[in-house]
């Protein structure tokens, strides 16, 4: 899946493991890398004008930042330069002072001795430059410009020497090359690790050499807009690889997992499995640290396009335990293993699990517009909840109900009492019921409170009672009117 992936210009499928749905993605092409998979910047500058200028004043880092081709190009060229100038100044030497004339007189003493032509006075150079001395050419007392050329001659040539060879030796310690034996997986992947969805890949040492504070950072390089409208185009962003917890230093001596959590801080908080297959951003991978042998910085990149991200993919072990010490297997190193990965992105799943749970549907109580009074005294309350009562026992105990509200200041609470103490019958008994239930959550009065305090319950009855029984010993009727006891017995 991953090498279909990888094709540019070719339809690809997603599989989702956990619903078994397929997503289509359309046909893409080969679009421009920031950095490329070698870790080359794809960046060239242009039209810098009179900025050209600043090269020339930092003359070594060009030549060092040149290519290996110029570098030999310009070594070979400063070098076949510089001897055919000095040879041509010891030839007009000769020259002026006429020693051309007199090579081969034994009586002439010449400024450099056998020094005929230009071929023997480029010999006579390299000679002296080389410091090979043969011996048989040499500089006169006689030639006091000579003494002047060739001491102007022994500073330039160290000059020379210092510049060039320093300069192809840098090129040549440069830990360029050292990053080439630090590997970074082919794909990046999106799982789930400890519960939480992670953005992935991994990274490795071939040598065994360490590298000494190795840190590792990554950066999103994505086109946006902001909100003034300004567009910026491969704006950078920070992915945070574990700078708070210290995970982003790395013990490197043998592949590590880096792995960048997805939460409301990560600019992939609201990427899901459909919305990477219209993505498109850059990830750039970058490795820091010390060479152990050379101990000078060395530095490796990599980079990871939206092609090259893995939905639901987890890596393949490498390492294994041998008889002494651990192997590592290179072979599965960039192999990937489809793992159950729920398409949604995080902020999806965080908003279905903030969703509140459904409440229990409660029946509207209907609005009564009678005082708080007169719905806790009044049996008239229970054709709320169907409890219908004779109109006069409604009358009669609303009027009980009003007069034992008087007499709670002084009275004993006993001598309060509502029809709720008369013997009815079991009909009677059952709305009496109801109506108790249904006036529960009503507030109670003052004067319940007080009949509450002073009289003694010997059977406790959960939860409020608008309707208290009598103490014990006496019996109901004795406590109501003599016309409520004959209409009583009358029934």
């Known amino acids: 899946m991953s090498a279909i992936r990888r094709k540019f210009g070719e339809d690809y499928q997603v599989v989702n493991t956990n619903r078994g749905i397929t997503f289509s993605a359309p046909t893409k092409r080969k679009r421009q890398r920031f950095v490329e998979k070698n870790g080359r910047c794809n960046v060239q500058h242009g039209n810098l004008g009179g900025e050209t200028s600043r090269y020339i004043s930092d003359l070594f880092t060009t030549l060092v930042d040149l290519k290996w081709r110029w570098n030999l190009l310009i070594f070979l060229l400063t070098y076949t330069v510089a001897w055919l100038i ?17 090579g ?8 450099v001795a056998n020094v005929y032509n230009f071929p023997s006075a480029f010999l006579f150079f390299i000679e002296t430059e080389a410091t090979i001395g043969y011996g048989y050419r040499y500089i006169t007392e006689k030639c006091p410009e000579g003494i002047i050329l060739f001491l102007f001659q022994s500073l330039l040539g160290s000059i020379v020497d210092a510049f060039l060879i320093g300069c192809m030796f840098i090129k040549m310690s440069q830990p360029k090359k050292r990053a080439e034996t630090l590997m970074f ?6 799982s789930q690790r400890d519960g939480k969805l992670c953005l992935m890949f991994r990274v490795g040492n071939l040598r065994n050499s360490h590298m000494v504070s190795a840190q590792i950072r990554c950066k999103l390089i994505k086109s946006r807009q902001t909100p003034e409208g300004e567009f910026l185009p491969l704006d950078q962003r920070e992915l945070d690889v574990g700078f708070g917890t210290g995970a982003d230093q790395l013990f490197l001596v043998s592949p590590l997992t880096i792995c960048h959590e997805i939460n409301p801080k990560s600019p992939f908080f609201d990427l899901s499995q459909r919305s990477l297959m219209s993505e498109q951003f850059e990830i750039v991978v970058i490795l820091e640290g010390i060479v152990e042998t050379t101990g000078m910085t060395c530095q490796a990149r990599t980079s990871y396009t939206e092609d090259e991200v893995l939905w639901g993919h987890r890596f393949l072990p490498v390492m294994s335990l041998e008889e002494g010490f651990f192997r590592v297997d290179y072979s599965q190193f960039h192999n990937t293993f489809e793992v159950p990965t729920p398409p949604y992105s995080v902020k999806e799943q965080e908003e279905k699990c903030s969703l509140p749970s459904p409440a229990p549907v409660l029946s509207p109580t209907p609005f009564d517009g009678r005082s708080r009074r007169e719905r806790i005294f009044s049996l008239d309350g229970a054709e709320d909840q169907g409890c219908r009562l004779p109109s006069k ?8 109900g009003k007069e034992a509200l008087k007499m709670g200041g002084g009275q004993p609470a006993e001598k309060a009492s509502s029809t709720g103490d008369l013997p009815l019958r079991a009909e009677d008994q059952l709305q009496l019921k109801c109506l108790n239930v249904a006036t529960e959550p009503l507030t109670q009065s003052a004067g319940e409170l007080e009949y ?33 006891r004959r209409m009583n017995a009358d029934r």
């Open 104 to 111: 081969h007189d034994e009586s002439y003493t010449p400024c």
């Open 393 to 400: 026992l409604q009358r009669m105990s609303s009027r009980n």
């Open 452 to 484: 509450r305090r002073l009289a003694p319950v010997h059977v406790p009855v959960p939860g409020p009672n608008l309707n208290p029984l009598p103490a014990s010993g006496s019996r109901p009727e004795d406590n109501l009117p003599a016309k409520l």
């Open 185 to 190: 997986s082919q794909d990046a992947v999106i």
């Open 86 to 102: 000095m040879a041509s100044m010891w030839w007009i030497i000769a020259y002026i002072r006429g020693d051309l004339n007199h």
